[in-house]
């Protein structure tokens, strides 16, 4: 990226390419300086202390030189900035990542050969899980930590109180209503946790022969519709905070959160929908009515067939799934030898996202 002029006018200067006309701080530019006092060449980081610098600060000259802009300040100091360095730190060089919406309709599933896995492998994965919000791999070994073969690749798994990789299993004194045959509702894990976990890996090891599929939705789609055609009820989602709550002998988990959760951009960053231990706080009548309301439009279209893909995951089978965005539930199942085993892992958000950009980038 090429600027093509530069107007110093001490406390700015005006920078211009063809496509914008910058008013960059000098107090700024001098912290984004690389010179070898300011940052640290290797790690990038800052080295001296930035609320410290001179008030006063100002750009004595500014001019440009091929691809590099060269200052002076007024405290004598030279700093030159590469074009494309200084051009990134403009325009913020956040990962930027594309997002599609799904519904049953338009969705192909993503499935890999965990058999076949390399490194370019592991990186379209994780694209996949950015993209869609979940992926299915198959043929991940049928062992008892099989998942952490895939895990592994990625990151450490998110320990909670009930450990790390954990059973999904019906068993009698069940503390967890995952633990039973019965049917769960569309749902995200844990929203009563803060940070709640970022990611879901469930792994089947053997499946019941008859039920137990499971369902997905895609949240980020659900809210767009809600947008789009129910404005006032995703206003009140994105901005009533409601309450979510698990606790047993050793454990008390607690998160004041909304159902919707936008960034300062208004873009939908994270949607929570948890029925089993939502705890809706007191408030005035026409505002948990509001409330009532928007929820169960919400949940209309959380069960609505039409958005709902099912999958019955086969021995083997791993899903990948994005817990801020795609809801899962699982049909009730009937296992007369108690025979379905499942096991599930989690991870951090910033774990996973890290091992993306390096990969992806
Ligand atoms: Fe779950």
Redo the contacts with the bound molecule.
């Keep these: 990226m090429n600027f093509t002029s530069v107007k110093n006018n001490k406390k700015t200067i005006n920078l211009k390419n063809k496509n914008n006309n910058y008013e960059v701080n000098a107090q700024w530019l001098y912290e984004h300086s690389t010179n070898s006092e300011i940052r640290d060449n290797y790690t990038n980081q800052l080295l001296i202390e930035a609320a410290e610098i001179d008030e006063h600060l100002y750009v004595k000259s500014a001019k440009i030189n091929k691809n590099i802009l060269q200052i002076q300040f007024s405290d004598n100091s030279k700093h030159s900035y590469q074009f494309d360095y200084l051009y990134n730190q403009l325009e913020s060089e956040e990962f930027k990542s594309k997002k599609c919406l799904w519904n049953k309709a338009s969705i192909k599933i993503p499935k890999y050969n965990f058999l076949l896995i390399n490194e370019k492998m592991l990186s379209d994965i994780l694209l996949s899980v950015e993209t869609f919000g979940f992926c299915l791999v198959r043929n991940i070994p049928r062992t008892k930590n099989g998942l952490n073969e895939l895990m592994k690749l990625i990151g450490p798994v998110k320990k909670t109180n009930w450990g790390g990789i954990a059973d999904v299993k019906n068993i009698k004194k069940a503390y967890d209503l995952?633990m039973t045959t019965r049917a769960?509702e569309n749902?995200t894990?844990n929203p009563y946790r803060f940070p709640t976990q970022g990611y879901?890996f469930l792994h089947c090891i053997e499946n019941a022969s008859i039920g137990g599929e499971n369902t997905i939705v895609d949240g980020f789609n659900v809210a767009k519709i809600l947008r789009d055609r129910h404005k006032q009820f995703f206003n009140t989602l994105t901005t009533f905070n409601t309450f979510f709550r698990y606790k047993d002998e050793n454990a008390w988990l607690e998160n004041k959160c909304k159902l919707i959760e936008l960034d300062d951009m208004n873009n939908v960053i994270q949607v929570r929908y948890n029925n089993r231990t939502e705890l809706i706080p007191f408030d005035k009548n026409k505002k948990i009515d509001n409330y009532i309301n928007a929820r169960r439009k919400l949940w209309d279209l959380i069960k609505d067939k039409k958005n709902n893909v099912r999958i019955k995951q086969r021995p083997g089978d791993m899903l990948i799934l994005d817990n801020y965005r795609v809801l899962?539930g699982r049909g009730a199942y009937k296992d007369t030898k108690n025979r379905r085993y499942f096991r599930q892992g989690y991870m951090d958000r910033d774990i996973f996202q890290s091992k993306l950009k390096t990969l992806a980038i």
Aim: aromatic share 0%.
């Design positions: 995952t769960l749902h894990d879901i899962h």
